[in-house]
């Protein structure tokens, strides 16, 4: 039986599932979730994701939500060494740096995103242009301390690839998609990096699920 994936694929946190079940080879079905008309408050969605939001994901029996947990559980169960689980200090840093992509690079991408894509597009709104330089610097700040990770490793939990680096994918698709693309330019390992990241197969795969339909 797929697993159930539900939400919007242009969703970050949707695309964030996605990539992690193209990782591991898994047969999986998009649910769509219609945002706009408020589908994700209904309680057949709600019982879920008990805060009414996406992604919701379904594999059986088994019903999880949150994107990071939800990623975890699709790379355990499919065997992947993204986690890095074998080594007890390997898979610490996983984890430091998937609270960092959290708390700091996905806090500040979220709401350029939103201002930048959604609010023109979908909610006919004009960007609040105060809002996206706030956040932006908030993003410079974050790729300060990247660029000095990525400095010293070719990846943000070490020398090899995780769940760390993928995790940064749906938000970077975007900002590389969008009119501040160019604040990478003064961060070349951090340029380096998701440039890499962008070219992995699995991530390949999803940005064609993620384009957003016109409103």
Same mark, same amino acid.
């Given at each position: 039986?797929?697993?159930?994936?539900?939400?919007?694929?242009?969703?970050?946190?949707?695309?964030?599932?996605?990539?992690?079940?193209?990782?591991?080879?898994?047969?999986?079905?998009?649910?769509?979730?219609?945002?706009?008309?408020?589908?994700?408050?209904?309680?057949?969605?709600?019982?879920?994701?008990?805060?009414?939001?996406?992604?919701?994901?379904?594999?059986?029996?088994?019903?999880?939500?949150? =994107?990071?947990?939800?990623?975890? @559980?699709? /790379?355990?169960? &499919?065997?992947?060494?993204?986690?890095? !689980?074998?080594? %007890?200090?390997?898979?610490?840093?996983?984890?430091?740096?998937?609270?960092?992509?959290?708390?700091?690079?996905?806090?500040?991408?979220?709401?350029?995103?939103?201002?930048?894509?959604?609010?023109?597009?979908?909610?006919?709104?004009?960007?609040?242009?105060?809002?996206?330089?706030?956040?932006?610097?908030?993003?410079?700040?974050?790729?300060?301390?990247?660029?000095?990770?990525?400095?010293?490793?070719?990846?943000?939990?070490?020398?090899?690839?995780?769940?760390?680096?993928? =995790?940064?994918?749906?938000?970077? @698709?975007? /900002?590389?998609? &969008?009119?501040?693309?160019?604040?990478? !330019?003064?961060? %070349?390992?951090?340029?380096?990096?998701?440039?890499?990241?962008?070219?992995?197969?699995?991530?390949?795969?999803?940005?064609?699920?993620?384009?957003?339909?016109?409103?």
């Amino acid at each position: 039986m797929a697993m159930k994936v539900y939400g919007p694929a242009a969703s970050t946190n949707v695309a964030r599932v996605l990539v992690c079940l193209e990782e591991v080879g898994a047969e999986y079905e998009v649910v769509p979730v219609d945002m706009p008309s408020g589908e994700h408050k209904i309680p057949a969605h709600v019982a879920r994701n008990p805060f009414g939001q996406v992604p919701a994901f379904q594999d059986g029996d088994l019903i999880l939500s949150e =994107s990071r947990a939800i990623s975890k @559980y699709i /790379l355990r169960k &499919g065997g992947s060494d993204l986690l890095r !689980e074998s080594n %007890l200090s390997e898979s610490a840093m996983v984890d430091v740096w998937l609270e960092v992509e959290k708390a700091h690079f996905n806090s500040a991408m979220s709401p350029i995103i939103f201002q930048s894509f959604v609010v023109p597009n979908f909610l006919g709104g004009e960007t609040d242009v105060k809002i996206v330089m706030e956040n932006l610097e908030k993003l410079k700040t974050a790729l300060e301390v990247y660029e000095a990770r990525l400095f010293r490793f070719k990846y943000l939990a070490g020398d090899i690839v995780s769940l760390a680096d993928i =995790s940064h994918f749906p938000a970077a @698709y975007y /900002l590389l998609g &969008g009119p501040h693309a160019s604040v990478l !330019e003064a961060y %070349l390992h951090v340029k380096a990096w998701i440039t890499e990241v962008m070219d992995r197969p699995s991530v390949k795969k999803v940005p064609e699920l993620m384009k957003m339909p016109s409103a």
